[in-house]
């Protein structure tokens, strides 16, 4: 099960929605809960969703969760609290970035599990006003996009950060980065169906 910690996105239900649909089990659970609590759901990965607070607002995680056993993807905001709470440096911008932006892979990118199977360049749905201007100390860059930093890993640590939405229909690459957080990190077989569910 992957575990989706929901902070008030409007794509949360999604992004268990998409997961499901690939085949793997996600369940939404309240963002307040600690880290403890979290894992004793026994998750076998652990998604920290956007949220339209920034970090340090009163709404951020349970800081022992970038501890936790499994892996863990954040986005959006969740990418963002991961950064700031590594080391990072994040900074409210200019103007809000909504709509689409191109990514663009780095050297790690092509190595990296979550973004190896990506396209080079590729399409994706941002909606953020804070942005990540310098990544935590031993984090490796995956993608960029417009100059600025999109996606990190620290890989030793299993943790892993997208500034975008891949839950939304305008990520158009976004089930391939979905599908290898739950099944080449996770390590969980796309084997779970709402039929087979409503049957039992």
Not at 110 to 133: C, E, F, I
Not at 180 to 185: E, G, K, P, Q, V
Request: proline share 8%; aromatic share 8%; with cysteine.
């Amino acid at each position: 099960m992957i575990a989706v910690l929901d902070f008030g996105s409007q794509y949360t239900q999604l992004i268990a929605r998409r997961l499901r649909s690939q085949g793997f089990f996600a369940e939404v659970l309240p963002g307040r809960l600690t880290a403890a609590e979290v894992l004793a759901k026994n998750p076998t990965g652990i998604i920290l969703s956007g949220s339209p607070a920034s970090v340090g607002q009163g709404h951020d995680p349970d800081p022992a969760l970038l501890h936790a056993p499994v892996p863990v993807l954040g986005l959006c905001f969740g990418y963002q609290f991961m950064a700031k709470t590594l080391g990072g440096t994040v900074q409210q911008s200019t103007h809000r970035e909504y709509g689409a932006a191109e990514l663009q892979k780095t050297a790690a990118g092509k190595l990296d599990p979550l973004t190896a199977k990506l396209s080079p360049r590729t399409q994706a749905w941002m909606s953020h006003g804070d942005s990540v201007t310098a990544l935590p100390p031993g984090a490796e860059l995956l993608l960029t996009s417009g100059g600025k930093p999109a996606a990190f890993a620290m890989p030793g640590r299993r943790l892993w950060g997208l500034q975008f939405h891949p839950e939304v229909y305008h990520t158009p690459e976004g089930k391939v980065l979905l599908t290898a957080f739950a099944r080449d990190i996770c390590h969980n077989q796309p084997d779970w169906s709402l039929r087979t569910q409503l049957q039992d």
